[in-house]
């Protein structure tokens, strides 16, 4: 038994085009890169490379892009803005003074405590972009998926890097008073 019209096929169901840019709400992209460690923000380079390569037809290597982040940022932070500029969009971020910034939280995150707290913050820096691609996102494809939930295996890295703060706060405040007491 089969009811008319409830039913629709795959031809029918209407298909929504992949936005230009990789979409993603600001508080998950805070939350993930956060609890991450800054992996997270090197998946969104990932995603955004992948999305160029694919809209502009160009042969090059997403990974190898986010292998060298801290080269390849403004080349993709510009991206994002040229693209919002030849739709319109102005004003758009100050692209060059938040690669130079998130370039100078990731590499104090090499430094020995506490600086790899800081590079935590670098994320901070991508917020801006994001948003400007959640406006071209919106514009360009207005019926694609936001991406504001958090999956069960967004939650599974959640738990994982919260606890790996967890433990890394205690350490730093721990372990030295106690070798401070013996």
Partial sequence: MTGAG???TIEEAEVVPAPPFFAVSLWKLVVMSVCTLGLYELYWFYRNWQRVRVREQKDFSPAVRVLFALIFCYPCFRRIERYGWAMGLRPGPPVALLALAWIFVKILGAFPLP???VSLLGCAFLLP???YAN???AEK??????????SRLNWAWILLGSCVLLLSLAAMFLLPAAANAV
């Fill in 6 to 8: 409830v039913v629709a």
């Fill in 115 to 117: 600086y790899p707290w």
């Fill in 129 to 131: 972009m994001q948003a």
């Fill in 135 to 137: 406006r071209i996102n």
């Fill in 141 to 150: 494809v207005p019926l694609h998926d936001r991406n504001s939930r958090f």
